[in-house]
Every structure is written in C-alpha cells, then in structure tokens.
C-alpha cells in the first residue's frame, strides 16, 4: 500500500528527545478534539497508545486547524509533524502537526462508547467487537492472549514438541457422547471434533515422539456458564516413552513460562488492566482424588461418593483448601477412577479402579485434563466396548496400536481458560474475539 504519509512510528514509539526535528507521521482514530477556541488539542489513538496533537490557531494554517477542529471522533487520520517533550501529554510528548489527513470519516453516534468510562453489556460490546476493541482494556487482554499462545508455542517446541494440526471434520465422536456439532460432509453425515485427542495419539505409533497443537475444540454440550464455550481453543500435547508424571511435569514448567513472560512483556498491557501478576510456584501440589472427596465431604456441604465427578461447588471447596495450605492457586487432582475418565486413560497395573489420570486446576475451574494412555490394543479396544461404545467407529484409532505404539502421555489446556484464570476474567467470553455459545452465532 502507498498512502501519501506512510507511517514513521506507533505513539508509543516516539523520543522527541532523540529524533529531534525529524518529521514523524502517527496514523489512527480520533480518540478526542478537544477545541478551546485560540488552541485545539487532538488526540490519536493507535494499537499502542495515544499521541496528543496540539494545534494553536495563531501559529498555524487556518485550513490545517479548521480539519483538525471539525473531526468527527474515530475517524481515521494521518498526522505528520514535529514532536516535542510534553510532561501532560500521554507519552511525554506532543506533536506540532504541519498536516492532518482525513483517511477515512466515521458515522457519528457511535454504536457503543469507546473511552472505557461508560460500561456496556457484554452482548452489547459483542455485537460491535470491532469499536470494543477500540477500549483499552480489551485490546490489552488479546495482546496478553497473544502472549500467552507465543510463550507456548516457545517453551513447547524448546522442549522438542513438533507443532502439528488434527482435522476438525471428523467422521466419529472423540470420546463417544453426544456432545457433538453434526455437519453435512458431501452426501454424509460428519462431526466437528471436539478434541485432538485420536489423531495425536496416532502420531505417536508414526514415531513423531512429542506433538503439540493449537487449536479449536467444538463441543455442543448446552451449558450457559461463564466457563464455557461451543467453540474452544485447545492447546494440547502428546509425548511418547513418558508417564502421566512425566506430563504433569511440562504443564506446570509450561505455567509457570508463560506467566513468567507475559509478566516480562505485556507489563503495559498488565498495568492497563491493574493486575500485579505472580509467577506461580512449581511444583504444583498434588492431591489424589480420593483425598480430593474426603476434603469435600469434610465441609459437608455435599457429599460425594467414591467415583463420583467433581462439580463446581466441589471444585471450589478444594482450590480454597489448596490456596489456605500453599498460598497458591494452582494445582493437580490425580489418580482419577478409572470409569470416569475417557476410556483411553490407563489404569494402574495394580489397582485397575483407579487411572494414571489427573486434572490440572486453578482456584476457580478446571484448566486441564491429561493422563498417561492405554497403549496396548486389546486393552483399549475392551476400554472402548466397555464404556459402551462401538469398537468398528474408531477402527482408523486402533490400527495405528497394531504395529509398535509406545507407552505414551499427554494433556489438553483450554487456552481461554488459561488466560481467563491469569487475569482474573469473569466472563470466558472475554477471552475470545467473536466467541461461539448456544446463542451466538455472529459476528
Ligand atoms: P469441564 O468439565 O470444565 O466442562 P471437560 O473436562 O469437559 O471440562 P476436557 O474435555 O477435559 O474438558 O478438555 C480439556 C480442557 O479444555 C479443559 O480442562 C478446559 O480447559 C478446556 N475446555 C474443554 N471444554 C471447554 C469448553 N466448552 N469451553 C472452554 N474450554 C473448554
Ligand atoms: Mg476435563
């Protein structure tokens, strides 16, 4: 693209103190005019920040004050002109413009506030996501996003994952269930996948040793919870010759990474949401599951028998047993029955009720499930038919466990959740551009 002033520097990027006399150009929205009659200040807003333009009637060109003056906020503008030090303006700086070029006029009322004073519903900022982001605050959460998926995607390939993609369109359901988005494929009946899980596990009989994936999970289930969603992104792994330990192991180490570098490079972003992020501290504790319900059951506020699933209330009574004992909020149930996990986690040799499977948890939800697999074929065929599913379905599966699977591990992070849980976000939709639930579909 040629546009006339090409940009010289976002707002956050300009020294007056170094570059001196030099011409810059900053490009953005109008975030404010503000016009006092003799002065008027204009203030550009871009990814990065805000540059305050300052326009004095006497000193400069009538036409060039008259454009400035008349802008129609969020409008989209070119301003070039010289910076000076200015200790009240955002950034330590002022611009002394000796053109201001209307790229593009908005319509005025906008639909939503863009100053982060008024508050609007969620739907409301959904539905125009294009001006929400235009607030601060949202912006600076996808960037912390994008950190978070950057750090992950470090820290996994360093530890020697390969990155990897699953197909979403699928012709089975991952984990049986109903769970499950059909679709039209041609003249057949498909799904959405709702994990990678068969595909990574295939990977390992192909001798890809470590996999990794970014990616979404579709699942259909009708919650309408604010941890939730129809359309997730999972980060998940699979490794080769490792146990469930093992696994558990690269999740915290992973943790405890991406909180280290979002702290060292989204501190902006951090500050403009006010959160004074901690590293937490590895290891995380582990707690057995059977110890997990005898900590519910000592509440009394429920009472779970062995080999029932944990819900939110549960969950809840054991992350503030967790943070009392550690000061933490992070941590592991393991050792899960065995029937209630899905039917490729392994059961101890000497305790089949029981599976080499946990959950990763935050104080306040679930963050991730994972456990070492049945790599043997017989094992896992009699796994799948026991929990009532039909073996012929996942024949392209338990192929791949014929002709040398080794032992293998690995776990599901859920992406939103993870920042979520870091940020202290109420709403998961929060956490997705244009999030998918029961009742949205667009934009
Ligand atoms: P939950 O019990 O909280 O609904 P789950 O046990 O069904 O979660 P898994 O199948 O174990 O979820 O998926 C692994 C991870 O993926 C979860 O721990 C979570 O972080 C994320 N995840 C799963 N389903 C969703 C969803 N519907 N919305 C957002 N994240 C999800
Ligand atoms: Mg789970």
């Known amino acids: 693209m040629s546009l006339e002033n090409p940009r010289t520097h976002y707002t956050s990027q300009i020294d007056p103190e170094k570059i001196g006399d030099e011409k810059v150009t900053v490009c953005g929205w109008v975030h404010e005019v503000r016009d006092l009659g003799g002065i008027c200040f204009l203030v550009v807003r871009d990814r990065e920040g805000r540059a305050q333009v300052t326009l004095v009637k006497k000193k400069i060109d009538k036409e060039l004050f008259d454009t400035a003056r008349k802008l129609v906020r969020e409008s989209i503008v070119a301003v070039t002109g010289t910076a000076k030090p200015e200790g009240k303006a955002p950034n330590g700086y002022e611009i002394i413009p000796d053109e201001v070029v209307l790229l593009n006029e908005a319509e005025s009322p906008l639909p939503m506030d863009t100053t982060g004073k008024v508050d609007a519903e969620l739907d409301t900022r959904l539905d125009s996501r294009f001006i929400d982001l235009r607030r601060e605050r949202t912006t600076a959460i996808f960037k912390i996003r994008h950190e978070v998926l950057r750090s992950v995607r470090n820290f996994l390939s360093d530890e020697g994952f390969i990155e990897t993609s699953s ?156 943070f009392k004992e550690t000061g933490e909020s992070h941590y592991f149930i393991t050792d899960w029955p065995t029937e209630i996990k899905p039917f490729y986690a392994m059961p101890y040799e000497n305790d089949p009720l029981i599976s080499k499977s946990f959950d990763m948890m935050h104080r306040t939800m679930e963050l991730s ?75």
């Not at 359901?173 to 596990?201: C, H, M, V, W």
């Not at 070492?372 to 466990?401: C, T, V, W």
């Open 369 to 443: 499930s994972g456990a070492q697999r049945i790599h043997l074929h017989d094992m896992l065929k009699e796994r799948i038919e026991s929990q009532g599913l039909n073996p012929d379905g996942f024949d392209f599966y338990l192929r791949a466990f014929k002709y040398g699977m080794p032992p293998h591990s690995g776990w599901g992070v859920g992406c939103e959740r993870l920042v979520m849980t870091m940020l202290g976000v109420e709403n998961i939709r929060d956490t997705v551009l244009f999030p998918r639930d029961r009742k949205r579909l667009s934009p």
């Open 167 to 322: 197909p979403k369109v699928v012709a089975t359901a991952t984990e049986g269930g109903t769970s499950l988005f059909p679709i039209t494929y041609f003249d057949r009946e498909a799904f959405l996948n709702q994990s990678p899980q068969l595909f990574k596990q295939i990977l390992m009989s192909g001798g890809l040793d470590r996999v990794f994936e970014i990616g979404p999970i579709f699942r259909a289930e009708e919650h309408d919870t604010r941890r939730h969603l129809n359309e997730a992104t999972s980060i998940d792994i699979e490794a080769s010759f490792v146990d469930h330990f093992e696994v558990m192991e690269i999740l915290e180490n992973m943790i405890a990474y991406v909180y280290g570098q979002v702290i060292e490079n989204e501190s902006a972003s951090l500050k403009n949401l006010g959160i004074e992020l901690e590293v937490p501290k590895t290891p995380f504790m582990k707690i057995p599951y059977s110890e997990a319900i005898d900590i519910v059951n000592a509440k009394g506020e429920e009472m779970i028998e062995w080999g029932g699933d944990l819900g939110t209330v549960a969950e809840h009574t054991i992350g503030e047993y967790v």
